[in-house]
């Protein structure tokens, strides 16, 4: 009842408020909720290493002093093949789009750790950018902690921006002597997205050599230079309309006007992309009140948490069938929250791998989701689960 005459508030917003919608693309699982809970400082959408954990738009809130920031984490772009492989909703292939529709600002997700996926974007993910070339777009490398060799990064990031970001020409130098075997701690140069002057002081790109080693992953024994920039051609410059023959030729996406790399399950360099995203808000009414973190209702979130545990815990496409049925919701004599929610599976061999032997991987399940529940609500939980075939 509180979320909803929240979210039915009128937002509180102050004399001159400010506001920025961001979606979030990028292919499945490259890690669009971790990063949005982390934004946000609680958990509210669901995280597994199973592809299409999330399976409809949402939006988290984040507001600070008089500016009001819109998340929307959206399913990752997929293609119909795959929709109808993992049985997704229609609204998987739909969302992604008509959250581009609303967004001031594009974050581009990749996943650095994938070598089979990193150095290129995704034909969807084109695509969407190439529809929407007139909203500014920033790549957002993810994961950074995990690659080894952190000298591959200038690779990546000159494969994915085509090699100009902000409309200059990054020119990357590497110290390295053709040496495949270096090390991460190798000694690298990497130009300045653009000029000094032209930048803001909290820009990662325009920042001095200290700052941009730390906002980059890459640790100060890299030994990371920032030189200037040349400028492009003016044919590289200003967005322009992409036809399919030229998205086939494409690894990237000449238009991103900043870099950030970042590791989001452990929250580095987040805060980094946060005050970022502050600065780029810009005049106009808030859409929530100040204390609503998302949309969903507080069940939404429920079933969110559950899926993520069942994605996480039955194996390879088996937890895509499993169907949610809440039972009970009621809250205590204490305050606590009391759940009982059925799972239906379609055959009784999902059943019994869903059970466990002797309870386990039920018990663990309801353990785990039980606790993020306890964390997203702030109040204790009593969650049981049932699983019967349907």
């Not at 937002?11 to 292919?27: E, F, H, K, S, T």
């Not at 293609?79 to 600002?105: I, Q, Y």
């Amino acid at each position: 009842e509180e979320q909803r005459r929240r979210l039915q508030d009128r937002p509180d917003q102050p004399g001159n408020p400010r506001v920025l919608r961001i979606a979030i693309i990028g292919a499945p699982n490259a890690g669009k909720s971790t990063l949005c809970n982390q934004l946000l400082g609680r958990k509210v959408f669901p995280v597994s290493r199973k592809v299409h954990t999330t399976r409809c738009k949402a939006r988290g809130v984040i507001t600070h002093e008089d500016t009001q920031l819109i998340i929307l984490d959206t399913p990752g772009l997929t293609n119909p093949l795959k929709a109808k492989r993992h049985n997704l909703e229609e609204a998987m292939l739909t969302d992604p789009w008509d959250s581009m529709k609303h967004a001031d600002l594009v974050l581009v997700l990749v996943d650095v750790s994938d070598h089979w996926t990193r150095n290129a974007l995704s034909k969807e993910v084109l695509k969407c950018l190439s529809q929407f070339p007139h909203i500014p777009s920033v790549l957002v490398l993810n994961k950074v902690d995990i690659l080894k060799k952190k000298f591959l990064l200038l690779e990546i990031v000159t494969d994915l921006t085509e090699g100009i970001v902000n409309g200059k020409k990054l020119e990357v130098k590497s110290a390295l002597k053709n040496d495949s075997s270096s090390s991460a701690k190798s000694p690298l140069q990497i130009t300045r997205c653009s000029p000094p002057e032209s930048r803001t002081p909290e820009s990662p790109c325009g920042q001095e050599t200290g700052q941009a080693q730390k906002g980059s992953g890459l640790g100060n024994s890299s030994g990371v230079k920032a030189v200037k920039s040349s400028p492009v051609t003016e044919e590289a410059q200003g967005p322009k309309q992409y036809g399919p023959k030229d998205l086939r030729d494409m690894k990237g996406w000449p238009h991103f006007q900043e870099v950030f790399m970042l590791a989001a399950l452990h929250g580095e360099e987040v805060d980094t992309l946060k005050h970022y995203l502050l600065m780029q808000a810009k005049p106009g009414p808030w859409e929530f009140h100040s204390d609503v973190l998302t949309n969903q209702s507080p069940q939404e979130v429920c079933d969110n948490i559950i899926r993520e545990k069942v994605l996480e815990y039955l194996p390879l496409e088996v937890p895509y069938g499993v169907t949610q049925v809440t039972e009970m919701w009621e809250e205590g004599e204490c305050g606590e929250l009391l759940i009982v929610q059925n799972l239906l599976v379609p055959r009784k061999s999902h059943m019994r791998m869903l059970i466990g032997k002797g309870g386990k991987i039920i018990s663990k399940i309801a353990q785990e989701a039980g606790q993020d529940l306890m964390n997203a609500f702030l109040c204790d939980v009593r969650l049981k689960l049932r699983v019967e075939v349907k």
